[in-house]
């Protein structure tokens, strides 16, 4: 007997919103699958807004409502069945977020959650992480978003520490991530993997999954330091204009995806990681397995 159920993840970040609608097929004495039936992602920056004055705009807060309207219909349309709507670090700092939070609840009929980092990464490693990881070997998850980025470390198959950082993307574009943060971040990773012989990096966030789907490797492979170093180099030498022309960038990455690879290089020196695998998870995913398996 097979059944199909329809989930939906709303990721409401600093950089994009995004929709995911999943299958997910239930079959008597088999693991239960997991696959996407629909991906809209919307680029509206709101941590330009949070992060340099302190508030979401009246116009994003209209891009806000229509976005989430039509996310709305799209649920209907798919007949998602359960959903769940997470904002992360731009809405924990606007001082009007909870304001924008009740507005969409009238207009959209959205509930919205505010989450805190320590919760993102929560949700985020409930994804299928654990299959993804050789007990024998210690990894360091590294996701990145445009407010901040969550390191969870994992070593024998368990999770062993986990923090999240203000250091992402659109802050970093906008110069409010000064050298304490980043002398804390290393201090935390060198701490916390000094005691491993070797780490890997797993990274996740758009601005990698770009990067990786840029390389054309194959999902299972991963990326080593020196391509991921080569590429930096590449992308720094561009101006903002050629990478959109010449790679195909969208407006809204063009942009963020210096300072997030800067981020992954710096976790990967200071981990000692030679190289960083990118499966396709993050939030999202994350959302839709963790209201499955009654976590959240």
Request: contains cysteine; aromatic residues 8%.
């Amino acid at each position: 007997m097979l059944t199909i159920k329809k989930y939906a993840a709303i990721d409401i970040g600093s950089n994009a919103m995004r929709l995911l609608i999943s299958n997910i097929v239930e079959e008597k004495g088999k693991v239960t699958q997991f696959s996407k039936s629909s991906l809209v992602r919307v680029p509206i920056r709101l941590g330009q807004d949070a992060f340099t004055v302190g508030e979401i705009s009246e116009e994003n807060i209209e891009r806000m409502v229509d976005a989430m309207k039509a996310f709305k219909l799209l649920m209907k349309v798919h007949r998602v069945e359960k959903y769940m709507a997470c904002a992360t670090s731009a809405m924990r700092e606007a001082y009007n977020g909870k304001e924008v939070v009740d507005l969409i609840k009238k207009k959209a009929d959205i509930k919205i959650d505010i989450i805190d980092g320590k919760k993102e990464a929560a949700i985020i490693a409930s994804t299928d992480l654990k299959y993804l990881l050789k007990t024998e070997e210690t990894y360091l998850y590294v996701d990145v978003g445009g407010g901040s980025t969550e390191f969870s470390l994992f070593s024998d198959g368990k999770m062993v520490a986990s923090k999240s950082f203000k250091a992402g993307t659109v802050r970093l574009l906008n110069n409010m991530v000064n050298d304490i943060v980043w002398q804390e971040i290393e201090k935390w990773i060198r701490t916390n993997t000094q005691e491993y012989d070797q780490v890997t990096l797993i990274g996740s966030g758009g601005n990698i999954n770009k990067l990786f789907k840029m390389s054309g490797k194959l999902q299972e492979k991963p990326l080593s330091y020196m391509y991921v170093n080569s590429q930096y180099a590449s992308l720094n030498a561009m101006t903002y204009e050629q990478r959109i022309s010449e790679l195909g960038l969208n407006a809204d990455r063009a942009d963020v995806i210096i300072p997030a690879v800067k981020i992954y290089l710096n976790a990967m020196k200071w981990s000692g990681a030679r190289n960083i695998y990118v499966p396709k998870i993050g939030l999202s995913d994350g959302i839709i397995k963790a209201m499955y398996y009654g976590k959240i």
